[in-house]
């Protein structure tokens, strides 16, 4: 058997160093690569003001309402700066523009957007809640606020 040199395992050390060098080179790259990439943009908060809408019952007829309520909505991203163009809906406590279509906008240069003269009314006395959805592609949905809207 001494005599086969054909099947020596000479050659295998420099494969292996070749496969480690690959390797190293491989991984080198997809590092550089990644380290380039940064977090996706995302919603990072949404706030409203007023933080609450007040309605009465004028007529006593156990209906509370509020024929001409404003609410500005903000919107932020991860690192505090203003979102422009994110779509904003309101829903909840039966709230509707003047007209009495559905309540959305766009967000500004500033992030914000304002409502005016919604209608809003809750029936029964006690809480309801209008909820602020937001969307902008590319970088989600938040539906965290919840503005309350409180009957007295």
């Known amino acids: 058997m001494s005599g086969d040199r054909e099947g020596g ?8 160093m070749i496969m480690v060098i690959v390797a190293g080179l491989g991984t ?3 590092v550089g ?4 990439l940064s977090a996706p943009e995302a ?7 007023p933080t609450e809408i007040l309605l009465t ?14 609410i500005t909505i903000i ?3 991860q690192n505090g700066d203003a979102v422009e163009g994110a779509s ?13 279509s559905l309540v959305y ?7 914000k957007v304002t409502f005016d003269g919604l209608s809003v009314s809750h029936y029964g006395n006690g809480i309801g809640f209008i909820t602020v959805t937001v969307a902008k592609g590319g970088m989600g949905t938040d539906s965290s606020l919840q503005v309350p809207v409180i009957c007295r």
């Open 28 to 30: 080198a790259i997809l």
């Open 9 to 16: 395992i000479e050659g295998l050390p420099l494969q292996l």
């Open 105 to 111: 906008g766009t967000t500004g240069a500033d992030g």
């Open 75 to 77: 919107v932020r991203d």
């Open 57 to 70: 019952d004028g007529d006593g007829d156990g209906t509370f309402e509020n024929d001409d309520a404003t």
């Open 33 to 36: 690569w990644m380290g380039g």
């Open 43 to 49: 919603i990072a908060s949404v706030n409203g003001n």
């Open 88 to 100: 904003v809906v309101l829903d909840g406590c039966e709230v509707r523009n003047s007209d009495g």
